[in-house]
């Protein structure tokens, strides 16, 4: 599992829930509305890599090989 949600955003599985900003207790994660969603954006400063924002991202549980098979 990731340190935080930065991968998750990068790859747009992003989806635009903002549960992983309201339980970041560093307030490291803000939301910018682009691309017609409330994407995450992750202040490096204040993460301390905790994990809480991966572990309650729905995105993050998505098997992505296993969604899009050969």
Not at 2 to 27: D, R
Not at 31 to 38: A, I, S
Not at 60 to 70: E, G, H, L
């Amino acid at each position: 599992m990731t340190k935080n949600i930065k991968n998750i955003v990068e790859n747009n599985l992003c989806c635009s829930c903002g549960a992983c900003g309201v339980l970041c207790g560093t307030l490291a994660i803000t939301t910018e509305f682009r691309d017609g969603m409330f994407l995450p954006v992750i202040d490096n400063e204040k993460c301390i890599e905790c994990g809480i924002c991966s572990r309650v991202c729905p995105s993050a549980k998505v098997d992505v090989i296993a969604t899009y098979p050969n």
